[in-house]
Nanobody, 121 residues
Framework: QVQLVESGGGLVQPGGSLRLSCAAS????????MGWYRQAPGKQRELVAR???????NYADSVRGRFTISRDNAKNMVYLQMNSLKPEDTAVYYC???????????????WGQGTQVTVSS
């Protein structure tokens, strides 16, 4: 089994910064792509940023230039540095990963439980 656990969410004023972390644990052989998604109330879950095992990244247009995704393969972690936060960034942020287990099983689209980010004055 594998598990993703997010941390770092909270309440921040507009223009502020937060850093989200996601730790993967379990019988992990390797992790391919990792990403961050978010879901605001009444809206569909959307991709925020994604990073491949080769460190290629892509971002939603709404966050490009403000958010930075990075990963630490040795620790099986992915991070999201969020700067210049706006009220419209308010959402539950979810970590997602494609994981290969030591058994050889490929687990695609593993989700964390989410962490709330609220941007408000």
């Amino acid at each position: 089994q594998v598990q993703l656990v997010e941390s770092g969410g909270g309440l921040v004023q507009p223009g502020g910064s937060l850093r989200l972390s996601c730790a993967a644990s379990g019988s992990i052989f390797s992790i391919n792509a990792m990403g961050w998604y978010r879901q605001a109330p009444g809206k569909q879950r959307e991709l925020v940023a994604r990073i491949t095992s080769g460190d290629s990244t892509n971002y939603a247009d709404s966050v490009r230039g403000r958010f930075t995704i990075s990963r630490d393969n040795a620790k099986n972690m992915v991070y999201l540095q969020m700067n210049s936060l706006k009220p419209e960034d308010t959402a539950v942020y979810y970590c997602n990963a494609d994981i290969r287990l030591w058994s050889g099983v490929q687990r695609r689209g593993v989700w964390g439980q989410g962490t709330q980010v609220t941007v408000s004055s």
